[in-house]
């Protein structure tokens, strides 16, 4: 341990005036076995410093084959490792110069020892969650219906929110959210996903139903549909297939749904475009228009990032593209899309990769970095920035 007269001595020697300095002068020392592989520091903004101080639990996620994340209750993080020339020293007990009395007269030493050294720290970036693993693993086993003749229902592959937590990259409200965003249902505990199919089926009961009472689309009984369902299907599946594509409300204390417009004209554009390749656009938009509920219109404005228009060929077409079914990396996407067409218009693209912004961030920053624009015929078209393998 270092005395006053020495370090005053070494003072003397870098010609440093003493009554410049602090009047307490802490000495460093390393302690035993100190590795630089004792800890780990990670840079918090202000936001996760609060969720931290207020007792909030931060947790990584990510499986062996994963780039890790951090997850608070509601966002994601991205964790990357971060150089420094400066080496890091852990030093419990050591004081700044905010902390250290000014009132202090005479000069005198105190030791603090060096826990732990580093010349890295975790860098914590907001991300989108990482979701789209989500879908696949509700897929392994779907919920088709109710089994049959008192057959056991399947319940292997299936999960519970405490499951879908330690398998997803995603904080639980990011989640919840996108549960609701998939049509998921818990069944017994365990969150499924309905087989398409089945799905199609509990809501042609509902519009069948509509049409055969003469209900307006803004105004579907919960209890009436529920009473007249409920021998083919289960009632709870009837009325999740309500809060999936209606909107609840109450009125003369009965509940009522309002049909979103949009939503049923998009899964049923889905379903006829499921079994093509690709589809001729004017007989596709005459078959889409009979297909749906008297009083619903059709407009190809509600099949951005589920369909795409071919207006180049002759005759135009349209086929199934859906964004779910995209990669979720950000250069694979765009990979991915240039491989399906050379050169994209700006209105074509960009539903294709909103989802792909970060915070801050707009497509036409995405489109800038990674593809790059032309004229043609007098109309902006981005094509890739590097060549396309197929």
Same mark, same amino acid.
């Given at each position: 341990? *270092? ?54 639990? $931060? ?7 994963? !780039? ?21 020293? /852990? ?34 970036? =907001? ?73 199609? %089926? ?29 021998? $083919?299907?289960? &009632?709870?599946?009837?009325? !999740? ?6 909107? *609840? ?22 379903? $006829?475009?499921?079994?093509?390749? %690709? ?53 694979? =996407? /765009?990979?991915?899309? /240039?491989?399906? *067409? ?24 995405? $489109?800038?970095?990674?593809? &790059? ?8 078209? /981005?094509?890739? *920035? ?5």
């Amino acid at each position: 341990m *270092r005395t006053l007269e020495e370090v005053q001595a070494t003072l003397e020697i870098a010609k440093l005036n003493e009554d410049d300095l602090q009047k307490t002068i802490q000495c460093l020392s390393f302690g035993e076995n100190v590795s630089s592989a004792d800890y780990c520091l990670m840079e918090l903004d202000n936001t996760l410093c609060k969720h931290i101080e207020a007792g909030d639990s $931060l947790v990584i996620r990510g499986d062996k084959d994963e !780039h890790a994340v951090l997850c608070s209750g509601d966002k994601t993080y991205d964790l990357k490792i971060a150089d420094t020339s400066n080496l890091l020293l /852990f030093l419990p007990g050591c004081k700044t110069s905010e902390q250290l009395s000014s009132s202090q007269e005479i000069t005198h030493v105190v030791h603090a020892q060096v826990w732990g050294l580093c010349n890295s720290y975790w860098e914590v970036k =907001r991300q989108r969650p990482k979701v789209k693993k989500l879908m696949r693993v509700l897929k392994e086993n779907s919920y088709t219906g109710p089994p049959l003749g008192g057959q056991q229902e399947n319940t292997e592959n299936t999960y519970t929110m405490a499951d879908l937590l330690e398998k997803i990259q995603a904080s639980e409200e990011e989640l919840k959210n996108h549960l609701k965003t998939i049509h998921a249902c818990q069944i017994n505990g365990r969150w499924r996903v309905l087989d398409f199919d089945y799905e199609m %089926k509990l809501l042609g009961h509902v519009t069948q139903l509509m049409d055969s009472e003469s209900w307006a689309i803004d105004k579907v009984p919960l209890e009436t549909s529920l009473e007249e369902l409920s021998p $083919l299907e289960p &009632r709870e599946m009837i009325e !999740h297939c309500l809060n999936c594509y209606g909107l *609840r409300y109450n009125q003369n204390d009965k509940v009522f749904y309002a049909l979103d417009e949009a939503k049923v004209c998009r899964v049923t554009a889905v379903m $006829l475009l499921k079994n093509a390749i %690709k589809f001729n656009l004017m007989e596709f938009q005459e078959v889409w228009q009979q297909s749906v509920p008297d009083g619903m219109r059709t407009s190809l404005d509600q099949l951005k990032s589920v369909a795409l228009v071919d207006c180049t060929s002759r005759p135009e077409t349209i086929c199934l593209l859906q964004v779910e079914d995209l990669p979720e990396n950000t250069l694979e =996407r /765009f990979n991915h899309l /240039f491989t399906l *067409r050379e050169k994209w218009t700006e209105e074509d693209i960009t539903p294709y990769i909103a989802d792909l912004c970060g915070e801050k961030q707009t497509t036409g920053a995405l $489109l800038t970095k990674y593809a &790059r624009s032309s004229m043609q015929h007098g109309v902006k078209v /981005f094509n890739s *920035r590097r060549p396309i393998v197929t």
